[in-house]
């Protein structure tokens, strides 16, 4: 009788009931341990100044070999693409292209490619690419190194980078004259922006022969010559000879980047040549000076994590990652003032020719791929960085959180009846122990021993809760793209939003029509927190920008979401339930593409921003999936197959009542009786 009467003896621990109690405050001080850690990155103690980790890159450190005669060389090409660009108003000149570069010697091809795109019914669109070979004369080729420049035609809304080719057509001239190159160079010039880089990359490494035509989007085709394994690669985009500063764009694909020692290179070899350079490099005006070197350093670090989290490419070289081959793009802004140095009227160009020659050759010295130093990494300023063991703690102590309420939430579950009634406060009192006949006492002794069994939990309930919200998720990413919806009159931004809001419908009314059995809902926040923890890992090992900022937004609403209604007000209750619903994927974006639009375009009305929101929102989705289909970027993957069956859950365990432990038992009281407990079976 001692088990039902001492409410001390209890399988949980002092510790565990002693944090159960506080596992808000617990929580609260891992988030904040977690977003302190991150801001203290910024301070010099917390990083690391860069340096090169593989010695086979110092060849390029030594004195060029480029004189002013491939300065010239680049002038006149230049001057002639102009003249071709008035006759190819929105296509591009294959044709003078590929005349350069047989007239430099190169092994000169053709790469045809076709897009059918997903929402135009069937309607293609073709492409073409012109690369040169130039082997390597001291070793077969088993090896190369691309050097991409993509052209945009003069009717393009993106900003003019044709000076490009001249200059990438300019060094193939001067490395066809050098007989020291280990690998074999490809000179590539590409249309349709990332397009035709992904197209020329499946080519290299597939082609068609394993791909199903009839449902492929991209058609790459098949490339006449190829070169050997490609080691690395330099994406140039050049605005005009005459330059003012470089910016070194790193940002690949899902948020992946470039070994650091390929980084530190260019800085070196571009410092070298005099030439200012760094990652998200401003103009000379807009450089601010008066911010402290804390500030700088953390604006640094979130400019790259929100451009990472996106997942999106800032350049071609992004498409290479995927390959593992390691790349970037130097992109080359013009001089705002267009003021040529004495007596060399663009010489502006011979630095910046002289460091592609710098790169090139400590590049075609590797002896094996990038692997010494850092491929995970936050650059804080040009010539420091963060390392991946020193930023991950951040992100740790933010999702234990989640781990340390489902560990202290599953600690405090009954697992049999009494423990059931003692956690609702229903134990007997100890005088009424007197009171009782043998025979009561016996009848007693027969019932508690009855009562003893376990409380069974309703697993297979909440898991098939957790399918249907899994297979939302999942219908988000299929529907969308089903030759059904495809048909339907209507573009690629409304379809894919209607059918993103008819999913989030059904997921926002699911708590009203599904009631999960006495446990379901302390059940699924265990199973809510635990999936909930393990995604962001995984996410935040992928792509940490994007692991970082979902935990940093949504971590404060699961340690808000309570487990017994007795112990949150009706208004904490009634706020937490609408941070649940603005918290919904589709609100998240919306609220995102609000605050860039307000940001862009401060002088509009606010009619005006929150329409041309909405609109920047439904075409960001249609992106999202043509981005997912054809690139390979799971931002979208992840936003409807992690993110919206989270927040289902999530808006199922705001919005429901919860029941105390109490409500589960029910009494037949009687006056010649003791109130006999009885778990409820419906």
Known sequence: MGLLSDPSISTQSKLVDGLARHVRKVCYALYVAGVAWFFCLALPEFNHGTYLSENALSPGLVYPEIRIDANRLAIQLLEELQRERKDHLSTTPHAWIAAKMNEFGLETHTHNYTLRYPFGGGKEYHGKNIYGILRAPRIASTEGIVFAAPYRAASSVHTDISASVPLLLAFADFARRKNYWAKDLIFLVTEQEQLGMQAWLEAYHDGDRDLDVSKAYLRPGNLPARAGSLQAALNIEVQDLEIDHVDVRIEGLNGKLPNLDMFNLVQRIMAREGIASGYKQAPRKKRRHSQSAFEQNLRQMLAMLASQSSGVPNGNHGLFHRYRIDALTIAANRRATHATLKGSPGSAAVPLLKAIEGIARSL??????FHQSFFFYVIVNNDRYI???????ALVALVACAFVKAYLTWSTLPATNAELETAAGLVRAPELEHELEPEQEQEMQLET?????KFELP?????????ATLLIGFLCNVLPLQQYFLEIPMGAAPLTTSVLSFLSLIGFILPFVVVLPPGGLELLHVAFLLIYGCALIV???????LGFFAAVLTVPLVISLETKEENSRSTLRNSIRLVTLVMNPMMVIYVIVLAMTFYQFPELPLQKIMLRAATAAMDASAYGLIDSVIYGNWL?????????PLWIISWTLALSKRRDYADYLDFDESPSTTPQPKVKTN
């Open 459 to 467: 697993y297979g309930s909440v898991l098939i809760y957790l399918t």
């Open 387 to 393: 390392s991946i063991g020193d930023y991950m703690p």
């Open 449 to 453: 021993d009855s009562d003893a069994d």
């Open 539 to 545: 996410i935040g090992l992928l792509n940490f920008a």
């Open 636 to 644: 979208y993957f992840v936003i409807c197959t992690i993110f919206l």
């Open 364 to 369: 075609n010295n590797l002896l094996e791929r």
